[in-house]
């Protein structure tokens, strides 16, 4: 597999959920903490949010990213992120999962289509440790946007933690049963790490 070059950055593009939901889904992570678990959410460094589009880029091409982003989200208007239950991923992620609506689905190939054309290395996309080895549809995806989770594939959700190799529980967690439905109103370009976590807030835009 090649190393991406060093000048290079994964760029999440993400809803940032209301401050009520997102402390309820940092509650929630924190009550699943155990010696399993990769990491949880402290609502500080590793707080709630929800891809809507994720890819590698040249650092040059950022300027580009961030006029963009702007740009695609100029008509949008808000819309309610509706909270449908939770989900535990084949890589082990245990995640809220959203509707996958309409206007998920427009606000999500809007971007890919303003963004896709600045990725780095197109037609030949990187294996991201966030999510590998690629199906034959994820790298489909990934070789046409840079990103493997996208359309068919793409699912709205929040991540709550992520499970070590072995450490899934059998049961699946008990929840509570909260309310984490919020109106879109809040979409941030971030930097991410080589697993697909945010680190550095690049813009916020209001919708």
Known sequence: MLTPPKDSTIINVCVIPSDEVGAECVKISQS??????????????????????M?????????????????????????????????????????????RSEQFMALHEGLINSLKNYRINPGQPFEEGYFTPYTKEQRKNAEET????????????????????????EVFPAFPQVKLSFNLNRVCVYKADDNGAV????AEFVI
């Open 55 to 99: 890819a590698r880029f040249a650092n040059s091409k950022i300027p580009n990213i961030l006029n963009a982003t702007e740009k695609a989200l100029k008509n949008t208007r808000s819309f309610l992120c509706e909270h449908t239950g939770y989900f535990m991923t084949s890589g082990r992620y245990l995640e809220v999962s959203y509707r």
């Open 32 to 53: 699943l903490r155990s010696n399993g678990t990769a990491f949880i959410l402290d609502g500080k460094s590793k707080f709630a949010h929800m891809t809507v589009f």
């Open 199 to 202: 680190y550095e807030r690049l």
């Open 146 to 169: 840079g990103y493997d989770l996208a359309y068919n594939l793409y699912r709205p959700h929040i991540t709550l933690t992520r499970y070590k190799e072995g450490q899934v529980p």
